[in-house]
């Protein structure tokens, strides 16, 4: 971050203050209001974070109208084209890519601590089996500070980084065995001969009875979900882990806030939100119907799987999960799959009416992941969950990022207060 040696100025009243202007590598000019609450006595209004940087990152930057996603500087279709989800993992938590030596490294340490606690499956037992698999990764996430305590303590970087490896290590075991419990199946361990993306495909679809094979292409396009869903600069999730680390809470319980904000249907729930809805939509003729009610200012409803509060242009993930949905439903046999069929006749109408255009409404990431992931055999229940565990990569790398930076604080927002003014107390015999 740079200071530009502009400055805005700021007038209310009497008092007039310099507010500094800080230039980012990427983005437009940032103004500096931290003086304004101690220096003129206001404060901003923001809700939903419209306008406010809250935070300083070198991890991911997106621009919204070119619809341009980077991580570290280099785009993401270089990436889900040319690497692999486990160097985009080193990409994002150090900073560079690595050399073939650090790669290897950093697989076999993930590799090696893909194994939970066997303590942990008593836990599973706990949940009713009509659980969500998403109830069981924020419970089991959040009670990882239980079983692994010799990496919580966030102020020894040695244990900031077993506790980073271990997240990701273990995530796709933990959400494998969220599935396998939810349909009544015995856990399958993982297999360290596999790599990231086989073995979590394996521990969803093995079982004891019988021999299971990787599908090599089913296996390559998990790797791109993970891959393209592995950060996303200052999304809610990201945000809600920096906020609860912000109070020094262990990384554990920092994700599992991450995980419970991703749950909802605007964020992470929008994939099984979206499959659900072409599922409903059924045919291309129900279309101009659910455009329409989409459009209706007194229903409720939204296109899900489309707009993003950053992206006013192609989400370039979509365009990626558009040709990954091709490829995977026509290796499955299914390229007359009735879901995808909607799915892009859908994506046409809404491209060319006017209400979509004016308000710069784009079909997002998960307008088609849902597709591929049902074609590969997961309930839509566990589109989220996958989500978690691709996109806890980039909870950890933001939580170290934030950590290490000398000027971290404790977040804590102020508000336009608008209930009742000072009022002294009532007895209840006279109220
Ligand atoms: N369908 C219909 N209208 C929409 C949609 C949609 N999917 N999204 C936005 N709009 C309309 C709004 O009604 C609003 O119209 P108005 O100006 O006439 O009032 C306008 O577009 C702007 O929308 P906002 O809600 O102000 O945009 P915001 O940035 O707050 O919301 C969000 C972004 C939450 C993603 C929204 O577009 C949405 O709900 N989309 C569907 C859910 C979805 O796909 N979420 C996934 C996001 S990506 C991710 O988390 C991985």
Known sequence: MANNEKTAKFSLGDMELDLPILSPTAGPDVVDIRKLYSQGDVFTYDPGFTSTAACESAITFIDGDKGELLHRGYPIDQLAD?????????LLIYGELPSSVQLKDFESLVTNHTMLHEQMIHFFRGFRRDVHPMAVMVGVVGAMSAFYHDSTDISD???????????????????AMAYKYTIGQP??????????ASNFLRMCFAVPAEDYVVNPILSRAMDRIFTLHADHEQNASTSTVRLASSSGANPFACIAAGIACLWGPAHGGANQACLEMLKEIGTPDRI??????????????????????VYKNFDPRAKVMKQSADEVLELLGVENNPTLQVAKELERVALEDPYFAERKLYPNVDFYSGIILDAMGFPTSMFTPIF??????????????????????????????????H?????????
């Open 82 to 90: 040319k690497s692999h989800y486990l160097e985009v993992c080193y």
């Open 187 to 196: 856990f399958v361990y993982p297999q360290n001969d596999l790599d990231y």
């Open 388 to 421: 978690a565990l691709a996109r806890t990569v980039g909870w950890i790398s933001q939580w170290k990022e934030m950590i290490a930076d000398p000027t971290m604080k404790i977040g804590r927002p102020r508000q336009l207060y608008v209930g009742a003014p």
């Open 423 to 431: 009022r002294d107390y009532v007895n209840v015999e006279n109220r």
């Open 288 to 309: 101009p119907e659910f455009v329409a009610r989409a459009k209706d200012k007194d229903d409720p409803f939204r296109l899900m799987g489309f707009g993003h509060r």
């Open 157 to 175: 970087e040695h244990q900031r980084e077993v506790a980073s490896i271990r997240l990701i290590a273990k995530m796709p075991t933990i959400a």
